[in-house]
């Protein structure tokens, strides 16, 4: 559900104050699916940002639009302790 006090703009300048930062993020993948991950904002592009992961040996980055935090699809915090 959108925010309606958020733009993308304020969106896009609160992920570019996390970059090289640690962060928490949950993800919504769907079908009540939420996938939890631990990174890095590595590059902040016009309209989609990317996250190098580091708790999934798997996956080594991932990118998001800022429409898919606007949305809520994607929640990213500062990490405890950073």
Do not use: T, W
């Not at 970059?19 to 989609?48: C, F, L, T, W």
């Not at 940002?49 to 708790?55: A, L, R, W």
């Amino acid at each position: 559900m959108r925010k309606p006090n958020m733009s993308l703009q304020k969106i896009k300048e609160e992920i570019m104050a996390l970059k090289g930062k640690p962060i928490d993020m949950a993800v919504n993948n769907g079908r009540k699916k939420i996938v939890h991950y631990e990174g890095v904002v590595e590059n902040i592009y016009q309209s989609v940002f990317v996250v190098k992961i580091e708790n999934d040996a798997n996956i080594d980055k991932k990118s998001y639009s800022f429409s898919e935090v606007l949305c809520g699809d994607v929640k990213i915090e500062l990490k405890q302790g950073a």
